[in-house]
């Protein structure tokens, strides 16, 4: 069916963005870090001595460890390694060759001029509990060296936010109920509120990405460190159907045929979809236009409602099973 693509917000916010190629985090920045751990000098720490037996290096006290130091260990961490949990806090702690877990002492983003601090434990000691989630998907994404400023830099804008919520509110109600998030990434969702973290589903292929969520929310319902094609594949959501599916921030347009189509079947209600508008593409270079291309067109043909929102089109489209199931 065609729909006319009504225009909720084309605000645009002019933002400084960091530039790619030279403050994203890499396998270097691991390497480096790696190496500074042999040559420094950890302290024994006397505070959770007996319990938690750690050691630390901070600025202004290690020889050989700056502020900068600090700071990029806390994006190589945040970045590479994956969340534990330190009795009731979850963190994202970095196992090294060396038998130690790193971590840093931010919450939940990092603010580089705040840095002061980097801890480790042994690899082998366990903090308590270890009922967090697991974000190692095996996958290199190219969102991985981006995660730990993406929020900051690169996510949505605030007009862009509030008129997404909006939307999100106006099709599927103030109850999202069971909710579904596909290339969920930081978690939008759960920053704008609109959805319980007990009733949330993320999917996403990057474990940065996911590390990035899981330090805002800790306590989530599910998530799958994975492809939504691989998601299906291994059929780690069995049977379940959702209240709500979503696929945000331009999430959709890595989508194929094969995947809208699932997700549509595993939809009660609605299923929103946002792809990049012509023009727009994410940082990452990644993006197959081809595929987003096709993706979008689908998407404008089983639309029933489509609006643009600053750099993304959204498309409301009729799950599967809409009409089975009585509204929340």
């Not at 890595?254 to 189509?261: E, N, P, T």
């Not at 595993?266 to 197959?288: N, Q, S």
Request: hydrophobic share 45%.
């Amino acid at each position: 069916m065609s729909v006319v693509v009504s225009t909720i917000t084309l605000a645009w916010t002019s933002r400084a963005v960091r530039n790619v190629e030279t403050n994203m985090v890499t396998k270097a920045d691991l390497v480096w870090w790696l190496d500074k751990e042999a040559e420094l000098d950890w302290q024994f720490a006397t505070t959770y001595a007996e319990g938690a037996p750690h050691e630390y290096v901070v600025v202004g006290k290690t020889p050989g460890f700056s502020a900068k130091d600090a700071a990029r260990a806390a994006h190589v961490i945040r970045t590479y390694g994956e969340p534990m949990k330190f009795y009731k806090d979850t963190r994202i702690y970095l196992v090294t060759p060396m038998g130690w877990k790193h971590w840093d002492m931010q919450r939940g983003s990092i603010v580089d001029d705040s840095v002061t601090i980097i801890n480790r434990g042994r690899a082998d000691h366990v903090y308590g509990i270890q009922n967090m989630p697991r974000t190692v998907s095996g996958i290199d994404s190219a969102f991985d060296g981006l995660a730990t400023v993406w929020d900051r830099n690169f996510g949505m804008t605030a007009t862009e936010k509030s008129a997404i919520a909006d939307l999100i509110r106006a099709t599927f109600g103030v109850r999202l109920g069971r909710t579904l998030d596909v290339g969920c990434g930081t978690g939008l969702p759960l920053d704008l509120g609109v959805v319980e973290p007990v009733h949330y589903v993320g999917i996403d292929p990057s474990t940065a990405m996911l590390n990035a969520l899981v330090m805002k929310h800790p306590v989530i319902a599910g998530l799958h460190p994975a492809t939504y094609a691989e998601a299906e594949r291994s059929r780690v959501l069995c049977g379940t159907t959702f209240d709500t599916v979503l696929t945000l921030g331009g999430s959709a347009s890595y989508l194929s045929a094969a995947d809208i189509d699932q997700l549509r079947a595993r939809a009660k209600r609605d299923v929103l979809l946002m792809h990049f508008a012509a023009g727009e593409a994410p940082p990452t270079g990644d993006l197959d236009a081809d595929v987003a291309e096709e993706s979008l067109r689908i998407a404008t043909a089983e639309a029933r409602e489509q609006f643009q929102i600053g750099r993304f089109i959204a498309s409301v489209l009729p799950g599967v099973r809409t009409g089975e199931f009585r509204a929340l």
